[in-house]
């Protein structure tokens, strides 16, 4: 299927969630070459609630800063444009599963909690990979882990409670994405990238989205996809209770990202510790 008749399909059938037009703006403003962290102070600020939620973020736990930030030329000072940029993202996305959570018998929290404890194993792996020739940023995977599965929203929103009959019919050797395939001829990841794309998220983003399941072969996938592939498997495992079937993960982690089992160990009691804080 070609990608433009592929959305076709998604927009006509599913559509696309609109970005407030302060997010589309500030993203331009991350992405250009010559703006700074003032300019996007300037932007935000004509948002009160969104600066609320962007300095919320900022000084909540996960982000381990030590003084308290009170205003967002602060936090752009401070945090720098690409964990600003995750943090705008993060906010928007907040306020989507807001609205989605009103109307579907969907389990938003269950996704939640594993976008964000796959964004904080994203950010851990990213620090101890060794990919020759790649530096990776570790704020910018946050944001890649943190919308991987963007594209179930989506089509939780859209196609409700036949997405969640789909849900239920899955299991460890019938992912969702394959069920999805097959009912409904693309999967979550064609979703998320094609409205990661929409709201001109960065191009690592996108790329994380589109192959966070390893289905084009795991040599050609992007840095970013391969850190998000281990940290979405990763967050599968701690958060179903299944961390003892993660050795199979090893030589994967090795090929993909150069950490060995022993690091992969470390990284996967630290996560288990990050979902129970989040739990709490
Ligand atoms: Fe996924
Ligand atoms: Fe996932």
Not at 44 to 64: F, I, T
Not at 140 to 168: F, Q
Request: proline share 4%.
């Amino acid at each position: 299927m070609s990608i433009e008749v592929l959305r076709d399909i998604i927009e006509q059938r599913l559509g696309i969630p609109a970005l407030p037009g302060i997010v589309l703006g500030l993203n331009k403003i991350v992405q250009a070459p010559d703006a700074g962290p003032k300019d996007v102070a300037i932007e935000l600020q004509k948002d009160p609630a969104l600066s609320a939620q962007v300095l919320k973020l900022a000084n909540s736990s996960a982000y381990g800063l030590r003084a308290s930030i009170q205003t967002i030329d602060h936090a752009s000072s401070v945090l720098g444009m690409k964990a600003l940029q995750g943090m705008i993202a993060q906010a928007s996305i907040l306020s989507i599963y807001r609205d989605t959570n009103m109307k579907s018998p969907f389990d938003f929290d269950g996704l939640w909690r594993h976008c964000v404890v796959c964004a904080h194993l994203s950010v851990r792996l990213a620090c101890i990979a060794r990919i020759p020739g790649v530096v990776l940023v570790p704020d910018e995977l946050y944001t890649c882990g943190l919308l991987h599965d963007l594209g179930k929203i989506v089509l939780a929103n859209s196609i409700g409670e036949s997405y969640v009959r789909l849900v239920e019919q899955c299991h460890l050797h019938r992912p969702l994405w394959r069920a999805e395939q097959e009912t409904l001829g693309f999967n979550h990841s064609d979703v998320g990238a094609l409205v990661a794309l929409r709201w001109r998220l960065p191009e690592a983003v996108v790329s994380s989205i589109q192959e966070h399941h390893a289905t084009s072969g795991q040599g050609s996938m992007s840095a970013e996809a391969r850190v998000v592939h281990i940290a979405d498997r990763t967050a599968h495992c701690i958060l179903e209770g299944t961390i003892d079937d993660s050795r199979y993960l090893y030589p994967r982690v090795k090929f993909l990202l150069g950490i060995t089992p022993s690091e992969y160990k470390q990284a996967i009691e630290w996560g288990m510790g990050m979902a129970r804080a989040i739990a709490v």
